[in-house]
């Protein structure tokens, strides 16, 4: 089995600033982390590698920083990591980000499975696993919590709101996992050494069979207008009583008063 990771560096907060000029994220002074959903698309790799054997290449498309990222992914196990970066991908929104990761996954060559987080906790569009499936031209799905493989064929289950629908798709295929598929191993000690050895590789732009007009702000077609937290539209009532049953029996008094029951 040969699998790809997208793993992306995160700022490690909910409390994300923006840059009121260009609306896009302030990375600067910010800790980074690796994505938490990564950290399953790449355990998930681990595990199915224990399995069936294979190797595992971890891919970030970010500035240089983003190398730390990796390290971490190398230190819990991954075979290889290329990082993707050039001051021509900067501003790319997230058909422009999935199109560089796509060029840089052909250049990894042969895969039988691309692994990514359900969504990245900065963005949060859950767009760029979908995207990079599409510019290659192979099968998807997305929200897996449980991957099993017999031959060419992967069979998951795949969460959805009333319980989960389980799927067969034959490989090469992308899958987008959630995070009850399974708890992140940690980076061991020997790992840590080996990935701080490690020398990753950073591709740029002249590295990729891309057309340039697709590649940065230049080629991408969404703009941010405005980022902002929404208002809370809804206030909360705390019934406090001294019994369960009082406070329920005011509740739906409550609800009652206002015809909701
Ligand atoms: P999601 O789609 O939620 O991520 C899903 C999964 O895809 C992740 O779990 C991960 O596995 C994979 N993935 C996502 N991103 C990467 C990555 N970079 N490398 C590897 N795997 C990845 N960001 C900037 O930093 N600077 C900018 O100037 C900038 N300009 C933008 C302009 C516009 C108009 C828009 C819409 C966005 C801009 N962004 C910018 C944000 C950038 O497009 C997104 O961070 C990026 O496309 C990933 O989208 P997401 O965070 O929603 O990831």
């Known amino acids: 089995m040969e699998i790809i990771v997208c793993v992306k560096q995160v700022p490690d907060t909910t409390e994300i600033k923006i840059d009121p000029v260009t609306n896009a994220l302030i990375r600067q002074g910010v800790p980074s982390i690796v994505n938490p959903f990564d950290k399953n698309a790449l355990e998930a790799a681990l595990r199915l590698r224990e399995k069936h054997g294979g190797k595992i290449t971890v891919v ?5 920083q983003a190398k730390e990222a990796l390290k971490e992914c190398l230190a819990m196990g991954a075979d290889h990591a290329v990082l993707v970066s050039d001051r021509a991908f900067s501003g790319s929104d997230t058909l422009a980000t999935s199109y560089t990761l796509a060029a840089a996954m052909r250049k990894v060559g042969h895969c039988d499975m691309i692994l990514c987080g359900k969504q990245a906790i900065d963005g949060d569009t859950a767009q760029v696993g979908p995207e990079i ?35 067969e798709v034959e490989l090469p295929v992308l899958l987008s996992v959630v995070k009850s598929i399974n708890e992140p191993r940690l980076p061991t000690i020997k790992g840590t050494l080996k990935a701080n050895r490690t020398e990753i590789p950073v591709w740029t732009a002249a590295d990729l069979d891309v057309d340039t007009e697709k590649l940065g702000f230049k080629g991408s077609p969404t703009q941010v207008r405005k980022t902002f937290t929404p208002p809370q539209r809804a206030h909360s009532t705390v019934i406090q009583k001294d019994t369960a049953r009082e406070a329920v029996a005011e509740l739906i008094q409550k609800l009652s008063d206002a015809k909701i029951v």
């Open 60 to 64: 970030s498309m970010g500035p240089p």
């Open 133 to 167: 499936a599409e510019h290659l031209g192979i099968a998807q799905v997305t929200y897996v919590s449980k991957i099993e493989i017999s031959d060419n064929t992967v069979r998951v289950e795949r969460e959805n709101e009333d319980g989960y629908a389980i799927l």
